[in-house]
Each structure stands twice: as structure tokens, then as C-alpha cells.
């Protein structure tokens, strides 16, 4: 299965912020336990780097993807660590076609026509909307997907088990992204426990749609 059949079974990207390295892999093994198959670490902090190339090296059969990917740079380094997917926040010309060379998917964030058309003339059909929640929620995905029939949304932002279900029962939206399952405070306090449950929980949701 290639990482977007897998992104689009399994519904769910935990949007991950490492603080301190020597969580990666107790965190990853208690997402993984939970029944999360994907996994978005994010370039917010100073050694996402180094727990992007940790994820990829001991969880060789997770979908590792770098998250919050703002300049060629980092998409570069992420390419090289082998990561199977690139997520921005915004959508950007260069990560897109850097990506796209590497045959990595590449989830830009658009949340204007403008955007989507920018996304879809680089040859891409698949698109992160966020803040999702700020933004209008499900309200302005379905107004987005009108114009654009072609065009499958990953939504983040403002995603928790109360609103997944809502988001995910609409064909458009491929999968939800969010930091619900992976609170810093949780992976902070060393509670892998709660994370776990949080991802199962979630999983369980996923499946009852
Ligand atoms: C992202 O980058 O996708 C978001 O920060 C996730 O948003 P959340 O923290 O509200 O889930």
C-alpha cells in the first residue's frame, strides 16, 4: 500500500511536536499500540530533525511524515531522512515541486480558491485545509469542494473525537489531522498510557463511521 492508501484507510494523522528526543520512540511505540499507523512530526522544534530520522529508523513499518515543512530547506532534509510524506501549513511552490521530483506526497494547506487553483496547476489534488476549525469547519470545506469536484481535503485544526466524525462523514475529506491524541503536556508527563487510549479511542471513532 502506497502512504496515501494507507492515510485514506486509516482517517487519521496525529500532528506530533518532539520536544525532547528521548520521547520519540516510547511515543511512537504508544501511538503505534493505539493502532496509528501514520505519523506527521512537525518542524516546531529544535530536534524535529533528529526525531524525524529516530521515527523513520525504529518504526520502519509507520508512515512517517514531516509536518510544518516552511521552507525548501527542511523539506530538502526531511526528503533525504527518507520521510513518506510532507505537510505545510500553507502551500508552497518550491516544497510542492521538490516533493513532487521525490514522488513524496505533499499536503499543502489552502483554504482559498486561489490556493486550490495554485495546488491543482502543480498537479495536486489533495490539499490540507487549516486551522480547519477556524476557518469554517466542514461549513467551508463543502462550499471549496463544490467548484473543485476533483480536489480530497485533509482537514487540521481544532480536530478532536467531539468534531472527527462530523469532518470525516463528508467523501471529500480524505482524513483528519490534529494533536489531540499527542498533546505536549501528555507526552511532556512521560503518559504514554493516555495516549494510547486517546488513539484508540479514536481509531474506535474512525472505524464506527
Ligand atoms: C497542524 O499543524 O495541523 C495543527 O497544528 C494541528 O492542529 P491542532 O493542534 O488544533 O490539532
Same mark, same amino acid.
Given at each position: 500500500m502506497n502512504v496515501i492508501e494507507i492515510i485514506k484507510e486509516k482517517k487519521l494523522v496525529p500532528v506530533i511536536k518532539i520536544d525532547e528526543l528521548e520521547t520519540t520512540v516510547p511515543l511512537l511505540r504508544a501511538l503505534q499500540k493505539g493502532g496509528i499507523k501514520v505519523a506527521e512530526i512537525t518542524y516546531r522544534t529544535a530536534c524535529a530533525q533528529e526525531a524525524i530520522k529516530t521515527a523513520i529508523e525504529n518504526f520502519?513499518?509507520?508512515?512517517? +511524515?514531516?509536518g510544518t515543512v516552511v521552507n525548501d530547506k527542511q523539506a530538502e532534509q526531511a526528503l533525504r531522512? +527518507? =520521510? %513518506? @510524506?510532507? =505537510?505545510?501549513?500553507g502551500f508552497d511552490e518550491k516544497i510542492a515541486l521538490r516533493c513532487k521530483d521525490n514522488l513524496v506526497p505533499y499536503f499543502g494547506g489552502c483554504v482559498t480558491p486561489t490556493e486550490i487553483m495554485r495546488a491543482m496547476d502543480l +498537479?495536486?489534488?489533495?490539499? %490540507? @485545509?487549516?486551522?480547519?476549525?477556524?476557518?469554517?469547519?466542514?461549513?467551508t470545506i463543502k462550499s471549496l469542494a463544490a467548484p473543485f469536484p476533483s480536489v480530497k481535503f485533509m482537514p487540521?485544526?481544532?480536530?478532536?473525537?467531539?468534531?472527527? %466524525?462530523?469532518?470525516?462523514?463528508?467523501?471529500k475529506v480524505i482524513a483528519c489531522g490534529g494533536s489531540w491524541m499527542v498533546k505536549s503536556e501528555l507526552i511532556k508527563n512521560r503518559d504514554y498510557e493516555k495516549i494510547t487510549k486517546l488513539c484508540e479511542e479514536a481509531v474506535r471513532e474512525v472505524e464506527n463511521i
Open positions: 520502519p513499518i509507520m508512515a512517517i +511524515g514531516a531522512l +527518507g =520521510v %513518506k @510524506f510532507v =505537510v505545510s501549513p +498537479g495536486f489534488d489533495i490539499v %490540507k @485545509f487549516f486551522p480547519a476549525q477556524a476557518m469554517g469547519g466542514l461549513k487540521t485544526g481544532g480536530i478532536n473525537l467531539d468534531n472527527l %466524525k462530523e469532518y470525516l462523514s463528508f467523501e
